[in-house]
Structures are given as structure tokens and as C-alpha cells.
């Protein structure tokens, strides 16, 4: 992973904090800050220690790690100071990421995570709509804007192994027209 430490003297972790094996929980204690690098949106994986710049942040890196591991997640506490990210449904999946003002005070940290997800069938991603498609596909867009809507939903299902709707593929592509043509609204 392409991140950097934090060097701060009063934030020295002991040791590092492991969590090799799936569902591992972690905790709170020695923990390593590390912030989270841009590079590392194409597989996201969350970890104790890891610091967001913004909340913006994390619920993009929420939306790529729903969608890429085909699972739905939600944020179940989200607040100005803090949000719960948990598996629709009744698994052990939890990430917990508060603010923490001792290394910036718009900086956001995962505080402890539960990786395990059991019995979870993969189903139609929520997290996975217009707004997520028109991001992540934004070099794309001029070929987007030559396929009609099941070529999209065909494209969409190779690129991420994911089902949209027609109504999505439409909005994707009118987001896609919006960014190359210019938006008229004024």
C-alpha cells in the first residue's frame, strides 16, 4: 500500500497492529497512523490507524470498497463526529472511524474494525448508482456516449461485476453528455 506515516512525536505507535486473517477485530491500542493515499481508491481496504482527510473521503472510500467487494454497506451512525459502517445485513462486518483532532482537526481515523462477513449473499449494490458510475468511469466518458443503455449495463457488469438498472445506465450516460458538452443549467 503507497501510504505514508504520520510523523508525530506524541503518536508513536509500540507496535504495529496486524490483521492478516479475516475477521480479525482490532482495537484501539498502539496503533500506527497511516494516511490514506489516493492511489489505494482501486482496492480499499480499511485497517486501524488509517486517516481521511475529509468525510467526503470516506464515503467514497465506503462506496469503492461496497462496490468492489460486492457488499451492502451503510453507515449506520453518521454524525459530525463519527460514522458506523455496517453489512445490511446481520453480520459481523463493522468499521468504526471517528474524528481525531490531535493530528488535524479535519482529520477522520478508523478507530477499530470487524473484517468478517458471514452469510452475506452478494446482491444488487445500492452504493453502486449514477453519481459512483460517473466517477469512476470518468475517462470513459466519450466512449460511454456511444452506447446505448444495455451496452452500458454490459460494461458496467464487466468492469465491476455489478447489475444496473436501465434508469441507472441512462443517468450515467446523461452525467457523462453533462461533463463532456457542459452543463446548460445555469
Request: net charge positive.
Amino acid at each position: 500500500m503507497g501510504s505514508e506515516l504520520l510523523s508525530n512525536e506524541s503518536l508513536k505507535s509500540l507496535a504495529d497492529s496486524t490483521d492478516e486473517e479475516a475477521g480479525v477485530v482490532q482495537q484501539r491500542k498502539d496503533i500506527r497512523y497511516v494516511k490514506f493515499n489516493e492511489n489505494d481508491m482501486q482496492d480499499p481496504n480499511f485497517f486501524v490507524g488509517l486517516v481521511f482527510t475529509s468525510k467526503k473521503q470516506v464515503r467514497e472510500v465506503v462506496t469503492w470498497y461496497s462496490v468492489l467487494h460486492h457488499k451492502p454497506l451503510w453507515l449506520a451512525a453518521n454524525d459530525n463526529t463519527r460514522f458506523a459502517i455496517k453489512c445490511k445485513f446481520p453480520c459481523t462486518f463493522s468499521v468504526w472511524i471517528s474524528r481525531y483532532c490531535k493530528l488535524s482537526p479535519t482529520d477522520w481515523v478508523v478507530k477499530s474494525v470487524v473484517r468478517a462477513h458471514s452469510g452475506c449473499p452478494d446482491e444488487r449494490i445500492a452504493l453502486c448508482n449514477s453519481r459512483f458510475l460517473s466517477k469512476a468511469m470518468e475517462g470513459k466518458f466519450r466512449m460511454i456516449l456511444e452506447m446505448d443503455f444495455a451496452a452500458v449495463q454490459v460494461f458496467v457488469d464487466q468492469m465491476f461485476n455489478v447489475k444496473i438498472s436501465r434508469n441507472c445506465a441512462r443517468r450515467t450516460k446523461e452525467s457523462a453528455s453533462k461533463k463532456i458538452n457542459g452543463d446548460d443549467r445555469k
